[in-house]
């Protein structure tokens, strides 16, 4: 049942493929599109998927001859394992999209306990989805920032603007904690300091 939904998968993706080829009006090229854009990663996946069943089979003929029978059992072992990790892929990949997924996104960072150290754990955070917005061509727009004496933050709301950006941010939503020396700490100890982080898509 499950490969049978995997070639319906497939079956679309090429109708797609040939219709996007022909002549269409704007609207159904737009469709066709997005739907072709969505299915193409869950494509190659499924190719790896039946490329290994392909294989599993191969290299089962193998376990009547005695000769080679150790060895096709060692390699089956290895193509099993695989497949597992290529099917678990495919069901994250084939669970139904938040309708949200293609928005960007309106990040809020606070500093939560800690103190200064607290705030400079805040800074950090906004720092790293800075690098992550740089590597994903997004743009960062600061609505809201509150700083420390120490140049930490308090907090900063930003607007970070980019393709499918809340379906890569969603789960960042939550407390964030480190454990580390603070630059704050003379005496060496560690710290645990923590900071929330909440990313909203954003209002159409």
Avoid: W
């Avoid at 029978?69 to 089956?76: I, K, N, W």
């Avoid at 200064?116 to 061509?137: C, G, I, P």
């Avoid at 607007?159 to 939503?173: A, C, Q, R, Y």
């Amino acid at each position: 049942m499950f490969e049978g939904k995997l070639k319906k998968i497939v079956d679309r993706f090429e109708f797609l493929e040939k219709e996007m080829q022909g002549q269409l009006d704007r609207n159904k090229l737009e469709e066709y599109s997005k739907e072709y854009s969505d299915l193409r990663d869950v494509r190659e996946v499924i190719s790896q998927f039946f490329s290994i069943v392909e294989e599993i089979e191969e290299t089962s003929m193998l376990l009547k001859d005695k000769e080679f029978a150790g060895l096709a059992e060692s390699e089956l072992s290895t193509l099993k394992s695989k497949k597992e990790s290529i099917e678990q892929d495919l069901k994250l990949l084939l669970i139904p999209k938040d309708i949200n997924d293609e928005r960007s996104v309106i990040i809020e960072i606070r500093a939560g306990t800690g103190g200064d150290e607290a705030s400079l754990f805040a800074l950090d955070l906004y720092k790293m989805y800075q690098r992550f917005a740089d590597k994903n061509n997004c743009r960062v727009d600061v609505i809201e920032e509150t700083t420390t004496d120490l140049g930490g933050l308090k907090e900063v709301v930003f607007h970070l603007k980019g393709e499918k950006i809340f379906s890569k941010l969603k789960f960042e939503s939550g407390v964030h904690r480190v454990q580390r020396v603070p630059m704050t700490e003379s005496s060496g100890r560690i710290h645990t300091s923590a900071a929330t982080v909440a990313v909203l898509p954003e209002a159409k």
